[in-house]
């Protein structure tokens, strides 16, 4: 029977109790606390590429120009909005402003200026886990009413990277902080300088880039694996396959939201210490897969989502 009402919890969102467990039978897992010293040339890195390439493809074919958006332009940029996912924790640098100022820099191949106003909806994401009106990472009733049945599911996935970054904006409106501003302005004037030294085609190739890589790409079903409930009584998700080398281990997702102060690079370790805690959970095998069944389960709507009111 199709879901038509989200779960509903009375009780606290799961990561606080394991939290405090792992750490009192664990000690050591505080070793894995701090800044990934690479992130930082990572993130350098993916967005020298993702500017570069289509300025040295735009007199190519164009089937070669459309295998490159799909293989890697729409990778890459997947990859950035999960290194910003990362530098959100201020995983980067000790200090938030220069955490900041990297996120900012991730965020000019993404064309929209979103980076500081996703580290404040994202924050409440981790502090407010399924919180009712508060926790924007879930889908509004409205929206789960509307885009039901294959031909909806389908929809809502291919534009689900415009529902992500609509909902906040529509349903909990923030006063633009002075680090918005800058990202904002900072962002503009990339794209005007972009587009009149280089033209029309690198920046259609960024645009069609995140409309890709947030919609039916493998890596976009992260967004999915990740608090979609598949098993009956369990809230976070984990995925440990091979597409966790090109997001930043995001796929950890049960670890990462235990403890977000832990950096992608060592979640893994993170896991290996407290097997006991996560080996029996639920995990992923194919966030391919799972967008194929999304869209055909019609056990799976945008209902699958638990909600609280503490």
């Not at 900041?100 to 965020?107: E, P, S, T, V």
């Amino acid at each position: 029977m199709t879901k038509n009402s989200f779960y509903w919890s009375t009780e606290r969102e799961p990561h606080h109790d394991r939290r405090k467990q792992i750490m009192k039978e664990f000690p050591e897992v505080k070793k894995l606390f701090g800044i990934d010293k690479s992130l930082k040339f990572k993130t350098v890195l993916l967005v020298i590429a993702q500017l570069s390439i289509p300025i040295l493809i735009k007199d190519f074919h164009w089937a070669i120009q459309l295998l490159t958006l799909l293989i890697v332009g729409a990778t890459i940029s997947h990859a950035l909005f999960l290194a910003i996912h990362e530098i959100t924790h201020d995983l980067a640098f000790k200090k938030r402003t220069p955490n900041n100022w990297l996120a900012i820099f991730a965020n000019l191949p993404i064309i929209f200026p979103y980076a500081m106003a996703f580290r404040i909806y994202h924050q409440e994401h981790h502090w407010h886990q399924g919180k009712d009106g508060v926790d924007m990472d879930i889908p509004a009733e409205q929206e789960a009413l509307i885009f039901r049945g294959y031909f909806g599911k389908l929809i809502w996935l291919v534009n689900q990277i415009l529902f992500y970054a609509l909902r906040p904006v529509i349903l909990s409106p923030k006063k633009p902080t002075n680090w918005i501003i800058i990202n904002a302005v900072v962002q503009i004037a990339f794209v005007i300088g972009y587009f009149l030294l280089f033209g029309w085609f690198p920046l259609l190739f960024l645009l069609l880039g995140i409309v890709i890589s947030g919609g039916l790409h493998p890596i976009a079903g992260h967004f999915i694996s990740e608090h979609y409930v598949v098993k009956e009584g369990q809230e976070t998700y984990s995925y440990y396959g091979i597409y966790n080398k090109l997001t930043f281990n995001v796929g950890y997702h049960n670890e990462h939201h235990d403890f977000p102060n832990i950096p992608g690079s060592r979640l893994p370790k993170l896991k290996k210490i407290a097997a006991s805690h996560y080996d029996h959970l639920y995990a992923h095998k194919s966030w391919s897969k799972l967008l194929f069944r999304f869209v055909l389960d019609q056990n799976m709507t945008l209902f699958n989502r638990f909600k609280r009111t503490v």
